[in-house]
């Protein structure tokens, strides 16, 4: 059955629904999709097993470069680098999926709450957001680790707090235009209550919009707890990170390049590949950016 478009201008096309979006994948969701599955990948294998303890210590192999006994060389401590960048993207990978998660499921339930009720709600809860806002995401975590202490746990809740406001903004949003439609009236006049309404019908019409940004979070978070790594303030060692990695290769970068090498290049590769696959997933939700 055919179905006709109105030749009104003010129609709105909807968004393909999500079964279907993905049958002719456009070529940067290919490339991204793959290299994050590639990732992934290397980041689960990384948790379970590596070539080499990344923890143990080997005096008589420090600085080897790169060879068929190290595949990427070993640090000034003789550790592999190879076992500690997979135990780095395991650790970096599920703190920047954690710091996500919080700050997607705290911002999304505040910005509902403001959206829809409304009234002095709206006021005080914006109001404090948008002073959070007025920090950088970077300075604010900084600030939350300076008073918490260096932790696997406390980046996450850094992180998350630095990046809720960004999803209240979005959330909010979605919800002020949804809250007028005529199905969400409906389910007033029906008698369901403030709560059902907005978390049965409100909060799925939001997940497109909240997709395309967690995707573009999560590239943010990795590249915040990688500075923060750096700067002595991430997961404290001897845990690896990609970050830490870069910090400790700063003194043998003249002697043994691959210790920051490989770390930089992981790093880039993880944001382009995000990158790619957020503005594919933007290209199939958006429905202004179909053509």
Known sequence: MSTELSTNPATVVAAPPLRTAWRSPPLNALIGGGLLAGLIFMALLGAVWTPYDPLKLNLLARFQPPGAAHWLGTDEFGRDALSRLMMGASTSLWVSLLSVTVAVIAGSIIGMMAGYLRGWTDRVLMMVNDALLAFPGILLALGIMAVIGASQYGIVLALGAAYTPSVVRV??????????????????????????????????????????????????????????????????????????????????????????????????????????FGDALRDRLDPRMRK
């Open 171 to 276: 959330v909010r949003g979605s919800v002020l235009s949804l809250r007028e439609l005529e199905f969400i009236e409906a389910s007033r006049v029906i008698g369901n209550s403030e709560f059902y309404t907005m978390f049965r019908h409100i909060a799925p019409n939001c997940l497109a919009p909240l997709c395309v940004l967690a995707t573009s979070m999560f590239g943010w978070a990795l590249l915040s707890e990688s500075a923060l790594s750096f700067l002595g303030l991430g997961v404290p060692p001897p845990a690896a990170t990609w970050g830490s990695m870069l910090a400790a290769s700063r003194p043998h970068i003249e002697t043994a390049a691959w210790l920051g090498l490989f770390p930089g290049l992981f790093i880039s590769l993880t944001l382009l590949a995000i990158n790619l």
